[in-house]
Each structure stands twice: as structure tokens, then as C-alpha cells.
């Protein structure tokens, strides 16, 4: 294990999954990543269930997730965070953004706004700042928006490389709230891994575009920004991104996690660019994080996306 020396702060990551849907092995991708770029260096590892989308969330999955983590031998530091319990938060760092001018209420619809302007060969909406002088007669508030401007951010990502993004042109004054109340995502990571001092951020390179809005809140609130590693995907049949909902790609489905958890994490360690040696075969999950701690390269992580080779369940 590396030691950190004493000029240097201590490393705090953290793995957040959504409770909308049970663990699957792109999730253990992330969990395993995020473990062992923190704890590799002497850091502290948290847990944190990002279950603001209440209506989507699934009664049980949360507790599921956790007693999955601890049958494949993850130890977390501190107590699990819930971010439906912190509305407070997001509610005062909302607030601070309308007092000094940053927010505004929006009262346009998806469709609406979708027909006035689209960022060409993207996915995402750029948002044209229809309502950023005020809300037009008969228009109610729909959402509230920052306001971005015309800085590009630039950052290096820790395994993706140089990105560049300007968010007038990605995306425009993006929503950080919506009008039935609940917080959006880029509010609540923001403001969450600010209180818990989380200064590594591992995470799947589906979010690698959304980081730059991160930041841009970040450097508004005056956080530290933290050192971003996004990770490769792992990807299902035809190259897509393995879906939460599939339950046919749950850790669970067909296995037996203690007898077969140890056979997982050598398989997400091979995905990771890692070189687990043959005698680790049949080990336990704990014999492995013990091997694959001192012995975690984070430059062998690939940066393109590929399957993962699941190993048979052994009934």
C-alpha cells in the first residue's frame, strides 16, 4: 500500500450507486474501481446511496446493494449516506445561487425547448436561456436553471485523458432543481462530496460529460475540485451499456455470492487492466482485495469500453 507523505491530504473517494435497481457487474467495475484507487493510497472509502429520484427507487434495493458489497469483501469508512436525507442541503446551496444572481426560475417544457434548440449529434437538449430574463406572461415555474457562461472547462481525467467542454454550447443553463421539488443530480453530487471531503472521484465514463457542470458548480461555491478517474464501461450485446433494469445482469442472478463472490472480483480485476496471479483462484473476495490492494496499478486501466467475461455459475 502506498504511503501518503505528510504534504500531501489524504485520498477520500467514495462509491455512490442509484437504489433503482440491483448491482450488476458494471457496478462492481465502479465499486472495485473506486476501492482500490482510494485504499490502495491509505484513503478512506464512502458509501453513498444517491436516492433523490424517490419514485424510482426500489423498496429493499439499497440494503441489498450493502449486504452485496460486504459478501464481496468491501469495507466502507463511516456511515452510509442517504441523499434523501439531506434535501436541507441542496435547499441552502439552491438558495445561495439565487441570492447572488446565479439561478432562475424556468417555466419551459421539455418539448418545448426541444424545438427551439438541440445540440447537433448529441443526445442532450441545449437549453437557448429562454426564461433568463424573467418568466413570459402566463408561464408557471417549472424547474430552476444556473447559469453558465462562456468558459470553456478543461481537466484531465486520471484515465480518459484531456477533455474540453463549453457548456453554453454542451448543454446551456442547466436545471438544478425541478418544480415538484426534488434536486438534481449535478446539485446534490456537488454539494454531498463537498461536506464528506471527496477529493478522488472514480465513476463510469457515461458521466465523463456531465463532469465539466460539476465543476462549473464547484468552482461557483469555491469547493475543491476533486481528481476524476472515469472508468471504462462495460458494455452488454451489440456494445451497450449493461442497464440497470436487465435483471439479467445482476450479481445475484443464478450465483451464489459466497461461494462465487472471489470468482467475480478476479474477473472485474481483469477488466481493470490487473494481473491477479492464477493462485488466487478459488479465493476467498477478502484473500483477493488483501492481494490486489499493494498490488493495484491504476495506469493498466484500459480507457475503451468492452464486455465482461462473466465466469459460469458454479451450482
Not at 472547462?153 to 446551456?172: H, K, N, V, W
Not at 458521466?207 to 465539466?212: G, V
Not at 478517474?229 to 442472478?253: C, F, I, M, Q
Request: proline content about 7%.
Amino acid at each position: 500500500m502506498k504511503e501518503l507523505s505528510a504534504s500531501q491530504p489524504q485520498i477520500v473517494g467514495r462509491f455512490a450507486p442509484s437504489p433503482t435497481g440491483p448491482l450488476h457487474v458494471g457496478s462492481l467495475v465502479a465499486a472495485l474501481g473506486s476501492y482500490l484507487m482510494a485504499k490502495s493510497a491509505g484513503g478512506n472509502w464512502l458509501l453513498r446511496m444517491e436516492d433523490l429520484d424517490q419514485p424510482r427507487v426500489i423498496p429493499g434495493i439499497a440494503d441489498d446493494m450493502l449486504s452485496t458489497l460486504d459478501l464481496l469483501g468491501f469495507e466502507w469508512d463511516g456511515e452510509v449516506v442517504y441523499q434523501s436525507r439531506r434535501s436541507e442541503y441542496y435547499l441552502a446551496a439552491a438558495g445561495a445561487l439565487l441570492e447572488r444572481g446565479l439561478a432562475y426560475g424556468c417555466g419551459c417544457t421539455r418539448s418545448e425547448i426541444a424545438q427551439i434548440a438541440s445540440a447537433p449529434h448529441q443526445d442532450i437538449t441545449v437549453y437557448p436561456g429562454i426564461c433568463r430574463n424573467g418568466l413570459a406572461p402566463g408561464k408557471v415555474e417549472r424547474a430552476l436553471r444556473v447559469k453558465v457562461c462562456d468558459e470553456v472547462i478543461t481537466f484531465e481525467d486520471g484515465i480518459m485523458g484531456r477533455y474540453t467542454q463549453q457548456l453554453t454550447s454542451a448543454c446551456g443553463d442547466f436545471v438544478i432543481q425541478r418544480a415538484d421539488g426534488p434536486f438534481a443530480y449535478h446539485l446534490a453530487v456537488v454539494v454531498d462530496d463537498a461536506a464528506a471531503g471527496v477529493n478522488q472521484v472514480v465513476r463510469g465514463s457515461d458521466l465523463l460529460s456531465s463532469t465539466p457542470r460539476q465543476m462549473y458548480l464547484q468552482r461557483i461555491f469555491e469547493y475543491t475540485v476533486p481528481v476524476y478517474y472515469h472508468l471504462p464501461l462495460v458494455t452488454g450485446e451489440g456494445g451497450a451499456k449493461l442497464s440497470k433494469r436487465d435483471n439479467a445482469v445482476s450479481l445475484k442472478a443464478g450465483r451464489d455470492l459466497e461461494k462465487e463472490g472471489g470468482t467475480l472480483l478476479l474477473a472485474a480485476l481483469r477488466f481493470l487492466g490487473q494481473q491477479p496471479p492464477s493462485e488466487l483462484t478459488g479465493a476467498s473476495p477478502r484473500e483477493i482485495l488483501q492481494w490486489a490492494l499493494p498490488s493495484f496499478d491504476p495506469t493498466a486501466v484500459p480507457s475503451n469500453a468492452g464486455p465482461f467475461e462473466q465466469p459460469h455459475s458454479q451450482k
